[in-house]
């Protein structure tokens, strides 16, 4: 009995099929030899070299979903791709096999030209493609043939030039189909659970949280201000934003991670995460912003992070503090940001941060250790997962986001929000609470004004004062009218300067202007 010739959707499926196995056993040799996996090496890629214009457009529209759209995308182009090759196997087995290795090599082009190149980043792309190749051919291009238009019919398929047709009939599909995609589920999650420190997430589970000597005691109370539905002061760290380059977090390996002071010291140091726990430690409230924080966004966050003093590990590695004008800082991932030296020794607490809200680090926060420096925003000083810190120059040496287009230096701004008008914002006739919260990190808050309509400017009732370093909260009794209205506000620092009304977008150096929310009574 003749088998049919393949069908297109079979020959889409099979090549989707095809295209899974390969990444999978990319994912395998990848966590094997210690290498980065095709997709997250092409995503760092796709991140490093996207346009501003459309970075802003993800982190404002997405927020801290980014990431997850960005891969969820590049797998759908992928999938799209895989169903076109199977289609283009089942006529032309020979170009199929060129089309996977065209974008196999603009893997491995990606793979070389990212924030961390690693010849051994080639290996998994070319496994991948390799397997792909051949799955292809096991799945739909030994039925390529058969589909040729010389091919005749008869007991067994024939080319005109005598040589057999090798088929796959629908059952035998079917098999190699299911052993295929069993392939692929079974490379790829052993892959990922051999890439990194398999020991890593076990490390952290065993760990206590660490103790500072210089406490802070309890959070009082009275920083948060007496509104239904207020965003708390301190924020819990599940809710606490997450921004960065990273496509994956990196689960990093406490007991092995080390990182080091270098460049212009005349004591270099290295530093591992024990070494850190048994230094003095600190607690330090600080709210840290993104300067993708569009005005009213929610790319803010305020925490109790425990760490040590950088100024006194800079002092001990004797830093050149005349002639290097920079802390040039790297991740583990690659990221790179620099700030200015002296905001390290100005008396500040900044902090090598090895706790947040009284636990470990999570690993999405930067575990086993990050920077939290306040007043200046996270893209130029915030390094999660820190490796190193190199005492250099601005001149010498730009973070990652520099020559992308943004300032160099990156003070916070003084700015405001509302978070709540009304009970569940939902204002009515008569009595109104409205509340948000201001800042000015490393300066403070003295002042927050309200404005409703054309009617003058309204000083709004302060919470306590949490610190220099946090966001403040503030609150205005609000008698409102029907219909509708505009409400703004404005804050005025404790060096009695006045957020601006100017709007300006977040690029080169952060937003400004008054947050306006339009409401109806």
């Given at each position: 009995?003749?088998?049919?010739?393949?069908?297109?959707?079979?020959?889409?499926?099979?090549?989707?099929?095809?295209?899974?196995?390969?990444?999978?056993?990319?994912?395998?040799?990848?966590?094997?030899?210690?290498?980065?996996?095709?997709?997250?090496?092409?995503?760092?890629?796709?991140?490093?070299?996207?346009?501003?214009?459309?970075?802003?457009?993800?982190?404002?529209?997405?927020?801290?979903?980014?990431?997850?759209?960005?891969?969820?995308?590049?797998?759908?182009?992928?999938a799209i791709g895989a169903l076109l090759v199977g289609?283009?196997?089942?006529?032309?087995?020979?170009?199929?096999?060129?089309?996977?290795?065209?974008?196999?090599?603009?893997?491995?082009?990606?793979?070389?030209?990212?924030?961390?190149?690693?010849?051994?980043?080639?290996?998994?792309?070319?496994?991948?493609?390799?397997?792909?190749?051949?799955?292809?051919?096991?799945?739909?291009?030994?039925?390529?043939?058969?589909?040729?238009?010389?091919?005749?019919?008869?007991?067994?398929?024939?080319?005109?030039?005598?040589?057999?047709?090798?088929?796959?009939?629908?059952?035998?599909?079917?098999?190699?189909?299911?052993?295929?995609?069993?392939?692929?589920?079974?490379?790829?999650?052993?892959?990922?659970?051999?890439?990194?420190?398999?020991?890593?997430?076990?490390?952290?589970?065993?760990?206590?949280?660490?103790?500072?000597?210089?406490?802070?005691?309890?959070?009082?109370?009275?920083?948060?201000?007496?509104?239904?539905?207020?965003?708390?002061?301190?924020?819990?760290?599940?809710?606490?934003?997450?921004?960065?380059?990273?496509?994956?977090?990196?689960?990093?390996?406490?007991?092995?991670?080390?990182?080091?002071?270098?460049?212009r010291v005349k004591n270099p140091l290295t530093l591992?995460?024990?070494?850190?726990?048994?230094?003095?430690?600190?607690?330090?409230?600080?709210?840290?912003?993104?300067?993708?924080?569009?005005?009213?966004?929610?790319?803010?966050?305020?925490?109790?992070?425990?760490?040590?003093?950088?100024?006194?590990?800079?002092?001990?590695?004797?830093?050149?503090?005349?002639?290097?004008?920079?802390?040039?800082?790297?991740?583990?991932?690659?990221?790179?940001?620099?700030?200015?030296?002296?905001?390290?020794?100005?008396?500040?607490?900044?902090?090598?941060?090895?706790?947040?809200?009284?636990?470990?680090?999570?690993?999405?926060?930067?575990?086993?250790?990050?920077?939290?420096?306040?007043?200046?925003?996270?893209?130029?000083?915030?390094?999660?997962?820190?490796?190193?810190?190199?005492?250099?120059?601005?001149?010498?040496?730009?973070?990652?986001?520099?020559?992308?287009?943004?300032?160099?230096?990156?003070?916070?701004?003084?700015?405001?929000?509302?978070?709540?008008?009304?009970?569940?914002?939902?204002?009515?006739?008569?009595?109104?609470?409205?509340?948000?919260?201001?800042?000015?990190?490393?300066?403070?808050?003295?002042?927050?004004?309200?404005?409703?309509?054309?009617?003058?400017?309204?000083?709004?009732?302060?919470?306590?004062?949490?610190?220099?370093?946090?966001?403040?909260?503030?609150?205005?009794?609000?008698?409102?009218?029907?219909?509708?209205?505009?409400?703004?506000?404005?804050?005025?620092?404790?060096?009695?300067?006045?957020?601006?009304?100017?709007?300006?977008?977040?690029?080169?150096?952060?937003?400004?202007?008054?947050?306006?929310?339009?409401?109806?009574?």
């Amino acid at each position: 009995m003749t088998s049919a010739p393949i069908s297109a959707r079979r020959a889409a499926l099979g090549g989707l099929l095809a295209s899974a196995c390969g990444l999978g056993v990319g994912e395998f040799v990848a966590g094997m030899i210690g290498a980065g996996a095709p997709v997250r090496r092409v995503g760092d890629r796709v991140i490093d070299g996207a346009p501003q214009w459309l970075k802003t457009f993800a982190i404002d529209r997405f927020g801290t979903n980014d990431k997850a759209v960005l891969l969820g995308t590049i797998v759908v182009i992928l999938a799209i791709g895989a169903l076109l090759v199977g289609q283009l196997a089942a006529r032309r087995f020979v170009a199929a096999a060129v089309a996977v290795g065209v974008v196999s090599a603009i893997g491995i082009a990606f793979a070389l030209s990212g924030r961390l190149p690693e010849n051994l980043d080639i290996w998994p792309i070319v496994t991948a493609g390799a397997t792909t190749i051949g799955a292809l051919w096991l799945l739909v291009g030994r039925n390529a043939e058969h589909n040729h238009p010389a091919a005749t019919q008869g007991p067994i398929d024939t080319l005109p030039t005598g040589r057999a047709v090798s088929m796959v009939d629908r059952r035998q599909f079917a098999t190699m189909g299911a052993a295929t995609a069993g392939v692929a589920v079974l490379a790829t999650t052993i892959g990922r659970r051999l890439q990194g420190d398999p020991e890593a997430v076990a490390v952290r589970a065993t760990l206590t949280t660490p103790k500072a000597t210089e406490t802070l005691g309890a959070v009082n109370p009275k920083t948060t201000v007496d509104v239904v539905g207020m965003t708390p002061w301190q924020t819990p760290t599940s809710n606490f934003y997450r921004i960065d380059t990273a496509l994956v977090v990196p689960r990093i390996n406490a007991e092995k991670w080390k990182m080091t002071i270098k460049g212009r010291v005349k004591n270099p140091l290295t530093l591992t995460y024990n070494d850190l726990l048994n230094r003095p430690l600190v607690e330090h409230d600080c709210t840290l912003m993104c300067v993708s924080n569009e005005i009213g966004g929610e790319l803010i966050g305020n925490a109790r992070w425990t760490g040590v003093r950088l100024a006194d590990v800079l002092r001990e590695a004797e830093i050149d503090t005349i002639a290097a004008d920079q802390l040039f800082v790297t991740s583990t991932d690659g990221f790179t940001a620099g700030f200015p030296t002296k905001i390290a020794m100005d008396g500040r607490e900044a902090l090598i941060a090895v706790a947040m809200n009284g636990e470990p680090l999570p690993f999405k926060h930067g575990f086993p250790a990050r920077l939290v420096i306040p007043g200046i925003y996270g893209y130029v000083s915030a390094v999660k997962w820190l490796s190193s810190i190199e005492v250099t120059t601005f001149e010498e040496k730009q973070g990652y986001w520099v020559p992308r287009g943004w300032s160099a230096l990156g003070p916070i701004k003084t700015g405001s929000r509302i978070d709540v008008i009304g009970l569940n914002n939902q204002p009515v006739e008569g009595k109104n609470a409205i509340a948000g919260v201001a800042w000015d990190q490393h300066t403070g808050i003295a002042k927050v004004e309200v404005q409703i309509d054309d009617a003058p400017w309204r000083e709004a009732t302060l919470a306590v004062d949490g610190g220099i370093d946090t966001w403040r909260q503030w609150k205005l009794e609000w008698n409102a009218e029907r219909g509708s209205h505009i409400i703004r506000v404005r804050a005025t620092n404790a060096k009695g300067q006045t957020q601006t009304e100017e709007r300006a977008d977040v690029a080169p150096d952060g937003a400004t202007g008054w947050h306006t929310v339009n409401v109806n009574v």
